[in-house]
């Protein structure tokens, strides 16, 4: 049975990955040490204007779609963990402004200092306050979920509530295994388990059931494949 069509900026945004290769194809070692066939590098984000104006459009439309959706959802500030998610949050926000004046006119943004800076303004967090507000965290990806722990703990310090997590890619993929667990267990992927955790959303522009579909209609039978088998060894749908 044929999935259903997804929304034309996820298919923009997976093409535009896929044409400037953002999205590769090949045996990558992860973190992890698991060999996979596939790679997500957006640091190349940053490569092209133009594919910039792709992902903070894309991610903008997730948000607005989700909020559509879910009435109780709101945050009034959208957060960047240094270093890939200051570049994310800044357009980000301008861009939904700009899609959706009356909802996202006022957000702030802001995002923290790797080092703490003892003059000027001094801290760790530049940008809007996060005191008292909902905060919306955005980050590239969601891999052992580490990162956006860290990010939680800010908010928590500096008085801010999390109303949820957006990032690019849903890897859709169980955590590593841990000492004495078996490997081939079924266990819940770093994004599940921040849902489970913090029970908020954790959403992302596109899944890789969504890159799979995409991939059948302009990628490589081989690449194709090689990403499937790799879901059927460490995928999860959670």
């Given at each position: 049975m044929a999935?259903?069509?997804?929304?034309?900026?996820?298919?923009?945004?997976l093409?535009?990955?896929?044409?400037a290769?953002?999205?590769?194809?090949?045996?990558?070692?992860?973190?992890?040490g698991?060999?996979?066939p596939?790679?997500?590098?957006?640091g190349?984000?940053?490569?092209d204007?133009?594919?910039?104006?792709v992902i903070?459009?894309?991610?903008?439309?997730?948000?607005?779609?989700?909020?559509?959706t879910?009435?109780?959802?709101?945050?009034?500030?959208l957060?960047?963990?240094?270093?890939?998610?200051?570049?994310?949050?800044?357009?980000?926000?301008?861009?939904l402004?700009?899609?959706d004046?009356?909802?996202?006119?006022?957000?702030?943004c802001?995002?923290?200092?790797?080092?703490?800076k003892?003059?000027g303004?001094?801290?760790?967090?530049?940008?809007a306050?996060?005191?008292?507000?909902?905060v919306?965290?955005?980050?590239d990806?969601?891999?052992?979920?580490?990162?956006?722990r860290?990010a939680?703990?800010?908010?928590?310090?500096?008085?801010?509530?999390l109303?949820?997590v957006i990032v690019?890619?849903?890897?859709?993929?169980?955590?590593?295994?841990?000492?004495?667990?078996?490997?081939?267990?079924p266990r819940m992927?770093?994004?599940?388990?921040?849902r489970k955790?913090?029970?908020v959303?954790?959403?992302?522009?596109?899944?890789?059931?969504?890159?799979i579909?995409?991939?059948?209609?302009v990628g490589?039978d081989?690449?194709?494949?090689?990403?499937?088998?790799?879901?059927?060894?460490?995928?999860?749908?959670?």
């Amino acid at each position: 049975m044929a999935s259903p069509p997804i929304p034309a900026y996820k298919v923009g945004f997976l093409q535009a990955c896929l044409d400037a290769n953002v999205l590769s194809f090949g045996t990558y070692t992860l973190k992890s040490g698991r060999q996979s066939p596939y790679f997500f590098n957006a640091g190349l984000f940053l490569n092209d204007a133009s594919l910039f104006s792709v992902i903070q459009t894309a991610y903008a439309q997730s948000l607005i779609e989700h909020a559509s959706t879910n009435p109780s959802f709101s945050f009034d500030v959208l957060f960047g963990p240094a270093y890939k998610g200051i570049p994310l949050s800044a357009a980000t926000f301008g861009e939904l402004a700009r899609l959706d004046k009356g909802r996202f006119g006022h957000i702030g943004c802001a995002f923290n200092r790797k080092e703490v800076k003892d003059h000027g303004d001094g801290g760790s967090l530049v940008g809007a306050p996060l005191r008292g507000k909902r905060v919306m965290v955005i980050d590239d990806v969601l891999t052992a979920g580490t990162a956006i722990r860290e990010a939680i703990d800010i908010i928590k310090t500096q008085g801010g509530e999390l109303a949820g997590v957006i990032v690019a890619l849903d890897r859709m993929e169980k955590m590593p295994a841990q000492s004495g667990e078996d490997e081939a267990a079924p266990r819940m992927s770093a994004i599940g388990q921040v849902r489970k955790e913090y029970g908020v959303p954790v959403l992302s522009i596109v899944t890789l059931d969504d890159l799979i579909g995409r991939l059948r209609e302009v990628g490589s039978d081989e690449d194709m494949k090689r990403v499937e088998e790799y879901k059927r060894m460490y995928g999860t749908g959670s």
